[in-house]
Structures are given as structure tokens and as C-alpha cells.
């Protein structure tokens, strides 16, 4: 049997939504166009205000819906996702993300050559600002150190054995924080050009504030995880100089808000540092970001 008659056996695509149902139902309609229409479908609706306004049943596709009453998040409800399916691979996409061009059964087939695969990382392109969000830079696959959230294929297993993402991080950063982890385990990302990804981003629900704050705060706490001790202090000080500039550049408090709540929570998350050697750090800023 080849990979592309398996991929059905080999690949569930994760959603994660919330009050979003037009932008899911977009995605949904252009993952049947790319000709996904056998792959199961799981999408956890992180209590949602309103009921699914559309039938489910009538889009040509594998798709289990399961609504929650309770608002835990996005990353949580990712996880659960991750210990739900059964799949080697989770191709994790947002509720405004889809694949327009491309081969899923050639990135499978990629990644199945592999063994130190953690997640596979692909282009993302905005067609409503008509620019990328993540562009390749090469033909051929190349090691990264991050992938992007909105679109990516996950090693389910591996994800798993390193714990899934830390859901202490809230919203913001919790990729760069788990590829992290992987790449000090010797499991590494990669980008697959070959695998268009389109993502609205969508600004129905999307508060900036929010993304401002977790991101500032969550940059300090990888600095304090992640940065070898001797080059700690210079790194959180840069970082503290590039958020307050932007904060000062588009005039939002939540750059300055993350960064003092990162400061102040270092202590009660310092469980969770195991920072890089010096040469496995330079290892890892060497590889192209995304």
C-alpha cells in the first residue's frame, strides 16, 4: 500500500475554534477542495457563544465536531486533540487556515523518511494582505527551528512523550517553546515548501491586547527556560528594549504589561527551566527561524 493510499491511516487534521463558525466553515470548504475530503477531521469548539450555525453533515468530509461548555483555551484544547486521535501524524490548522496548493502525501512521505522528525513546518501565505506569513526559502526541505501554529504537521507520539505544550503559557509562543524542548532531544522541525497553506487571520475574535501581553510575557519566560545562563541577563535586557520600542512604535500597553508579568512569574515557573549548553544554543540560532 503506498503513502497516498495510507494517508487517510496516517494523518487527522485538528481544528481548534471559538465563536469563529464562518471562518471554520471557509476552511472546511477549501480542505475538501484540496482533496482531503478522507482524512478524519476533529475540531474542539472551545465554548463557543452561539451553536454551529451550519450542518456539518452536509460538507464532504470526515468531521467529528465535539463542543465544550467551558472555556479552557486553545492550547489546552490543542493537547486534547493530540491524546484524542489515534494517527501517527496531527496536521494542526486554525479554524481560518487551509491547504490550497501542494502534496500532503508528499510531506508525509517526507517525513516518514525521517527519524528525528518532530514537526514539519509549511508555507503560510495571507491572501487577504496578499503577503506570507511564513515563506520558503528553498526547493527542498530544510531544518528549522520553529513552525508556525496556524499550519503544521505534528509527530503525534513524540509531541505527546514531550508533553504537549505548557498550557501555563496561556496563548502566544507555546511553539517555539515545545520545539524547543524537542531540539534538546535531538527531534527537530523542518520547512516543507511543497504544501501551500493559506491563512486569513482573521481578526473576527482576535484580541490584540491579549496576543501583546502573552507574547511579551511568554518571550521572557523562554529567555528564562531556554538562554544558556552566561548570555541570560544581555538576551532578557534586549528583549525588554525590542518589546517596549514596539509597544512605543503601535501604541499598545500590552507590550509593556507582558513584560513586567514575565519578570514577576519567573520564580513561580522556574520548574519548568532547563536551559541550552553554549553549543547547543549556537546550533540552534544558526537554523532559519520558520
Avoid at 486521535?85 to 510531506?107: F, N
Avoid at 528553498?138 to 503525534?156: M, S
Avoid at 520545539?179 to 511543497?194: E, G, I, T, V
Wanted: with cysteine.
Amino acid at each position: 500500500m503506498t503513502v497516498t493510499e495510507n494517508l487517510a491511516n496516517l494523518v487527522t487534521i485538528g481544528i481548534t475554534t471559538k465563536n469563529r463558525w464562518q471562518d471554520l466553515k471557509t476552511a472546511l470548504i477549501n480542505i475538501s477542495k484540496a482533496g482531503l475530503e478522507a482524512l478524519p477531521v476533529l475540531i474542539f469548539d472551545d465554548a463557543s457563544d452561539e451553536p454551529c450555525p451550519f450542518n456539518i453533515a452536509d460538507l464532504s468530509l470526515q468531521i467529528q465536531l465535539q463542543r465544550f461548555t467551558k472555556s479552557k483555551g486553545l492550547i489546552v484544547r490543542r493537547n486534547q486533540i493530540a491524546q484524542l486521535i489515534q494517527t501517527k501524524y496531527y496536521l494542526s490548522l486554525d479554524d481560518d487556515s487551509y491547504p490550497v496548493s501542494g502534496s500532503l502525501e508528499a510531506a508525509v512521505e517526507f517525513a516518514e523518511s525521517l527519524d528525528n522528525l518532530f514537526c514539519l513546518s509549511f508555507p503560510i501565505y495571507n491572501p487577504v494582505l496578499a503577503e506570507y506569513q511564513n515563506q520558503s526559502f528553498d526547493n527542498q526541505p530544510y531544518p528549522v527551528r520553529c513552525f508556525v501554529g496556524c499550519g503544521h504537521l505534528l509527530h503525534r507520539e513524540r509531541f505527546l512523550q514531550l508533553g504537549g505544550y505548557r498550557e501555563e503559557l496561556i496563548h502566544q509562543g507555546e511553539e517555539m517553546e515545545i520545539a524547543a524542548r524537542a531540539f534538546q532531544k535531538n527531534l527537530h522541525c523542518y520547512h516543507f515548501p511543497d504544501f501551500l497553506i493559506h491563512h486569513t487571520a482573521s481578526n473576527t475574535g482576535r484580541n490584540w491586547h491579549r496576543m501583546d501581553f502573552y507574547g511579551a510575557r511568554n518571550n521572557v519566560l523562554w529567555n528564562d527556560w531556554f538562554v544558556p545562563y552566561q548570555l541570560k541577563l544581555i538576551k532578557q535586557f534586549r528583549t525588554l528594549v525590542s518589546r517596549l520600542s514596539l509597544g512605543i512604535k503601535v501604541r499598545r500597553w500590552g507590550q509593556f504589561q507582558g513584560e513586567y508579568a514575565g519578570f514577576r512569574e519567573i520564580e513561580q515557573f522556574k520548574k519548568y527551566r532547563q536551559n541550552m549548553s553554549m553549543e547547543c544554543y549556537k546550533q540552534w540560532q544558526a537554523l532559519p527561524y520558520t
